[in-house]
């Protein structure tokens, strides 16, 4: 698996947030300066994190985003979830794939060792610990 340059500014994103406060507004223009990422990109991934319920964001001349949560309440798995969608090594793995062959199938039984390893590790990993 390997997450997409999306994904790579979510996180930065979410970090800026939680480096900035809880419950502190930043622009979005704020954060595009400060992680180098393209404004326009910067809202489209804002976007997929508001509905994922990890942002809020507020319209207006003193509008901006700020964590929907406490940092230590936001998982890397969480953030790379509400971009990429569902974490799986392989579509064998995913949550909504019935493969007739996993019951037999070694390289499946395999994969998800891994999987559920990596998953722990991004279900570990807060938004806190980073900062």
């Known amino acids: 698996m390997q997450i997409t340059r999306q994904t790579e500014y979510a996180i930065k994103t979410m970090l800026e ?13 704020f954060i595009s300066e400060q ?6 990109f910067l809202k489209k991934t804002v976007k997929l994190l508001a509905i994922a319920d990890l942002v809020i964001t ?9 964590l929907a949560k406490p940092a230590s309440e936001i998982t890397l798995a969480d953030i790379i979830a509400a971009i990429e969608g569902p974490i799986a090594i392989n579509i064998c793995l995913s949550p909504d794939y019935h493969c007739p062959n996993k ?13 559920i390893a990596m998953l722990k590790e991004l279900e570990n990993q807060t938004l806190a610990d980073m900062i």
């Not at 992680?35 to 326009?40: L, S, T």
């Not at 507020?58 to 700020?66: I, L, Y």
């Not at 499946?108 to 891994?114: D, F, G, I, N, V």
């Open 17 to 29: 947030l939680a480096k900035n406060g809880d419950d502190v507004l930043l622009s979005t223009r």
């Open 103 to 115: 019951p037999d199938c070694k390289i499946s039984r395999a994969l998800e060792k891994a999987q």
């Open 58 to 66: 507020q319209r207006g001349s003193n509008g901006g985003v700020k």
């Open 35 to 40: 992680q180098e990422i393209p404004e326009d």
